[in-house]
T-cell receptor, first 114, second 115 residues
Framework: AQSVTQLGSHVSVSEGALVLLRCNYS??????LFWYVQYPNQGLQLLLK??????LVKGINGFEAEFKKSETSFHLTKPSAHMSDAAEYFC????????????FGKGTTLSVSS | NAGVTQTPKFQVLKTGQSMTLQCAQD?????MSWYRQDPGMGLRLIHY???????DQGEVPNGYNVSRSTTEDFPLRLLSAAPSQTSVYFC??????????????FGPGTRLTVL
């Protein structure tokens, strides 16, 4: 079965600092990987997705993620944090055996201080 | 387009009561699913459907029933609510045109409390 692990349930950065949110996956087949963001009291919004076309994936709001097969990682980064980036971030892998069912990590809450 | 809509937004039930959480989408998506979100647990798949008349179980299906009579609607039924079902429930939909990496669109959620 596929799974994802998000390292760090809470990450705090200063405004303008680098954001790095870690995600490692476990999959016996080439994975389809996603990052979603959830703002307080809202649903989830797709930030970016990896579909094997390119290892460096650019998403919305200045975020990007790099797929590293050797490290089984798909870490999310943003060069300069903004206050509006404060939210909860979820890494997810598509379980091919269940259609497009997503297996989510437990989430990382990002706090941004001024 | 309204996207994915869920009703109600909030609900309080007593143990043993039944209710249906409604989910509708107007994007003609074949795939629809229900997740529950609990603190520190991320989102876990309850049930999903790849088209009208076709449903299947996800990771945590016990205590929940679903049906899919139309493309647009995918209600989630709790037959006898238990405190362990206190959670935030999200419905999501996507097209199946490109396989497993289509974006899933999420509704705003239903916050359910079972006393």
């Amino acid at each position: 079965a596929q799974s994802v692990t998000q390292l760090g349930s809470h990450v705090s950065v200063s405004e303008g600092a680098l954001v790095l949110l870690r995600c490692n996956y476990s999959s016996s087949v080439p994975p389809y990987l996603f990052w979603y963001v959830q703002y307080p009291n809202q649903g989830l919004q797709l930030l970016l997705k990896y579909t094997s076309a390119a290892t460096l994936v650019k998403g919305i709001n200045g975020f990007e993620a790099e797929f590293k097969k050797s490290e089984t990682s798909f870490h999310l980064t943003k060069p300069s944090a903004h206050m509006s980036d404060a939210a909860e971030y979820f890494c997810a892998v598509s379980d091919g055996q269940a259609g497009t069912a997503l297996i989510f990590g437990k989430g990382t809450t990002l706090s941004v201080s001024s | 387009n309204a996207g994915v809509t869920q009703t109600p937004k909030f609900q309080v039930l007593k143990t043993g009561q039944s209710m249906t959480l409604q989910c509708a989408q107007d994007m003609n998506h074949e795939y629809m699913s229900w997740y529950r979100q609990d603190p520190g647990m991320g989102l876990r798949l309850i049930h999903y459907s790849v088209g009208a008349g076709i449903t299947d179980q996800g990771e945590v299906p016990n205590g929940y029933n679903v049906s899919r009579s139309t493309t647009e609607d995918f209600p989630l039924r709790l037959l006898s609510a238990a405190p362990s079902q206190t959670s935030v429930y999200f419905c999501a939909s996507s097209s199946l045109g490109q396989g497993y990496y289509n974006e899933q669109f999420f509704g705003p959620g239903t916050r359910l409390t079972v006393l």
